[in-house]
């Protein structure tokens, strides 16, 4: 069955019986069982080198998962350099997850005495890698140690990416996908530098007291890291926002950027196609 017919069946059964979506996490296909092939086009940029190139990068991947899922590894384009990915063990993301729970969602922080109440149970399925060595990602010379965390813990659900579920109704999970900068042994987020590098900040508002909005508020739903021409970048999924104070473009489209200069500056825009997955619905979780 294609993950689109099964997405429809997904949604119907929600709309039928609501207690059965709560509760299911439903067996729809994955993208490689569809066999999908998804195409990116190229809608603004503001370095065409770079753009063009990574356009060819992102058209040449053999995708095991949707794109808004990961933008894995790949030097099928010129200039691209391979950033090995290191596997976080379990022991270290049970370690781990609090910090970056807490770094998150401040608003709901999670202290030390009720960490295994809340953490221990859960398993932690998604994908959290770091590097073999820190990279540049501020590009100023000074290496920083990065990890890159997708699912719970960067966010509050435990869904699989682009799968359907009853909590999304059918339509594929949009999981997020977020890098954080870290302290040199890795133990503590670097608040401030995380949120320079790869976030926005909100402006004030009534729901705030009338100063900005304190949460990490990430580029992007769903991130990843790459290197090219020996300078860092990132790219990221964006989508619709709960949060009025948000202009970010419709999900399907895909930003690039890069911090130089103490500054983050988006480079690239691309829009995302794709003729099988039902993805035009964004996913919101924050």
Same mark, same amino acid.
């Given at each position: ?25 439903? &067996? ?7 066999? %999908? %092939? ?31 899922? =990961? ?32 770094? %998150?969602? &401040? ?32 590009? =100023? ?52 530098? %995380? ?19 304190? *949460? ?12 090219? *021409? =020996? ?17 970010? &473009? ?37």
């Amino acid at each position: 069955m294609s993950v689109l017919r099964c997405s429809i069946l997904v949604r119907a059964a929600s709309a039928l019986f609501p207690m059965l979506a709560v509760l299911s996490n439903n &067996p729809c296909p994955a993208a490689e069982d569809a066999n %999908t %092939t998804y195409h990116f086009s190229l809608k603004k940029s503001n370095d065409k080198t770079l753009c063009d190139a990574y356009l060819q990068r992102l058209n040449a991947i053999e995708y095991r998962e949707p794109p808004f899922c =990961d933008r894995p590894e790949s030097t099928a384009a010129p200039g691209f350099v391979r950033l090995d990915r290191i596997s976080l063990s379990s022991e270290e993301r049970r370690r781990l997850i609090p910090e970056i729970w807490n770094f %998150t969602y &401040p608003e709901t922080y999670i202290g030390q005495a009720r960490e295994q109440k809340f953490f221990g149970p859960i398993p932690i399925r998604g994908p959290v890698w770091t590097y073999p060595a820190p990279i540049d990602i501020e590009n =100023d010379g000074s290496p920083d140690k990065v990890i890159v965390w997708r699912g719970w813990g960067a966010e509050a659900q435990f869904a699989t990416c682009g799968l359907g579920n009853g909590l999304s109704n059918g339509y594929a999970w949009r999981s997020a996908q977020l890098p954080y900068i870290m302290s040199a042994d890795g133990s503590k987020v670097e608040a401030a530098r %995380t949120i320079s590098v790869f976030g926005r900040s909100a402006p004030s508002s009534a729901t705030t007291g009338g100063v900005e909005d304190p *949460r990490y508020k990430p580029l992007g739903r769903s991130m990843s890291i790459f290197e090219y *021409r =020996d300078q860092y970048y990132f790219d990221a999924f964006t989508y619709k926002s709960l949060h009025a104070w948000t202009d970010l &473009p419709d999900a399907d489209h895909l930003l690039v950027f890069t911090h130089v200069h103490g500054r983050t500056r988006e480079l690239c825009e691309y829009e995302m196609k794709d003729p099988e997955l039902d993805i035009h619905r964004p996913i919101i979780n924050r």
